[in-house]
């Protein structure tokens, strides 16, 4: 069993900064990437930002240059620096993990979101 839970988010004004947090727990053999996405009332899951056991690191148009990703290997944590938050980020934002629990057997976890609120 793994278990993903996430921290950081709130109400922001516009032009603000949040950090988000992710930690991994469990079953954990392996993390292969790490990653944020958001989902909006009757919208779609949008990526936000992706970063693989590599460091390799993927971010939406929308957000690069305002949204930082990072991992901590060691703690099975992945962080979102947010800054010049604008009203059309607000959002619940979901942390992501695809997890090997074994040498063989992987799948991919979500965890239980966050409310990101930029106010105008």
């Known amino acids: 069993q793994v278990h993903l839970v996430e921290s950081g988010g709130g109400l922001v004004q516009a032009g603000g900064s949040l950090r988000l947090s992710c930690a991994a727990s469990?079953?954990?053999?392996?993390?292969?990437?790490m990653g944020w996405y958001r989902q909006g009332p009757g919208e779609q899951r949008e990526l936000v930002a992706t970063?693989?056991?590599?460091?390799?690191?993927d971010y939406a148009d929308s957000v690069r240059g305002r949204f930082t990703i990072s991992r901590d290997n060691a703690q099975n944590t992945v962080y979102l620096q947010m800054h010049s938050l604008k009203p059309e980020d607000t959002d619940v934002y979901y942390c992501?993990?695809?997890?090997?629990?074994?040498?063989?057997?992987?799948?991919?976890?979500w965890g239980q979101g966050t409310q990101v609120t930029v106010s105008s």
């Open positions: 469990g079953s954990i053999f392996r993390i292969v990437a």
């Open positions: 992501n993990a695809y997890i090997y629990t074994t040498h063989t057997m992987w799948d991919n976890y």
């Open positions: 970063i693989n056991a590599g460091g390799g690191i």
